[in-house]
């Protein structure tokens, strides 16, 4: 049997959770479309070493998510492909932190 792939990278929005869910004008977000993406690579990464790595930067994170409105900004998560395990801990990590939720497609604003 084939082993399931897991999923490479995990697009997700951090930051306040009151801001997570709502949808966004671009009439209220001034300048959002020109936030950057922060990128964090967990390739050769074992799953405690993931955990830790994610903890530790949601920190940062969310200080960059309050720096101005809307309070949220987004994150690509690269796990890579081959087994699940990396994409286990970062769905993992996505269900257990309010501040975290997966980014819906094709989201300009934030």
């Not at 955990?51 to 987004?74: G, I, N, Q």
């Amino acid at each position: 049997s084939e082993a399931k792939a897991g999923k490479m990278v995990h697009r997700i929005l951090v930051g306040h959770p009151d801001y997570l869910f709502k949808p966004l004008s671009s009439k209220n977000s001034r300048q959002n479309g020109t936030r950057r993406v922060s990128t964090l690579d967990l390739h050769g990464f074992e799953a405690e070493e993931a955990r830790s790595k994610l903890d530790k930067c949601l920190v940062h994170w969310m200080e960059e998510a309050m720096v101005e409105y809307p309070f949220v900004t987004r994150v690509d998560i690269v796990c890579g492909g081959g087994a699940q395990v990396l994409a286990d801990v970062v769905a993992g990590f996505i269900r257990r932190t309010p501040q975290v939720a997966n980014r819906p497609k094709g989201l300009k604003v934030v």
